[in-house]
């Protein structure tokens, strides 16, 4: 497939997925959800679900990427006490470490961009504590790990980024069900997820798909 039937592709499913989830009452603030990582009703739920895995239960430092579905599993990270980094919008600022320490009682603030800048510590990548987890919001995943975000390639680039650094880490995704499609187009640069957790499942990607 043409690398630009591929990016058509690819576009025709955002725009899919955003619709479906206005339409359906699913996508949350902020709205419209078009050109985002979509927030979605649930999102909370599908936090917690992640919080129950071994790969988070056994993680001392989290990245979690900077959109809002993924509000709450920031916030989780800081409240079960482990170091959580996140990389600044468009990685324009590099990379934010908050350390949960200094941010007891405040972690719902923390967890914001505004919190981060404000109690965390700008960074280079190669200043950043090796993260256990990974977690990036996605528009649309499929069963084999492929994971479409809304064009801009920043998710792809932070995990690309942190993998060359630090080598492999295990990388989840929090969607809602509806979300998780049978097919996502991907190209040969597209980083793929091997955690899916939703409001009602988590799916373990196989390695060799």
């Not at 499929?142 to 060359?164: A, F, V």
């Not at 880490?169 to 929090?174: H, L």
């Not at 793929?192 to 390695?207: A, D, G, L, Y």
Request: hydrophobic fraction near 40%.
């Amino acid at each position: 497939m043409m690398i630009n039937e591929i990016l058509r592709n690819k576009q025709r499913l955002r725009s899919k997925i955003w619709s479906e989830m206005e339409q359906q009452g699913i996508a949350a603030f902020p709205l419209p959800c078009r050109g985002r990582i979509p927030n979605f009703v649930g999102a909370a739920i599908a936090a917690e679900k992640l919080r129950q895995l071994d790969e988070w239960k056994k993680a001392r430092v989290i990245f979690v990427g900077p959109d809002s579905p993924q509000k709450k599993v920031r916030e989780n990270t800081l409240k079960d006490g482990k170091v959580l980094v996140i990389a600044s919008p468009k990685l324009k600022r590099d990379f934010i470490i908050l350390n949960p320490a200094r941010t007891i009682g405040m972690e719902h603030f923390a967890s914001t961009i505004k919190g981060a800048f404000q109690l965390g510590a700008v960074a280079k990548l190669e200043d950043i504590p090796r993260p256990d987890l990974i977690v990036e919001g996605s528009v649309a995943v499929d069963p084999h790990g492929h994971r479409l975000g809304k064009g801009g390639g920043y998710g792809d680039l932070e995990i690309g980024l942190l993998k060359r650094v630090f080598g492999d880490i295990p990388v989840a995704t929090t969607v809602h069900d509806i979300q998780l499609v049978e097919k996502v187009p991907f190209g040969e640069k597209d980083e793929k997820i091997s955690i899916i957790v939703t409001p009602t499942k988590v799916i373990r990607v196989e390695s060799h798909t």
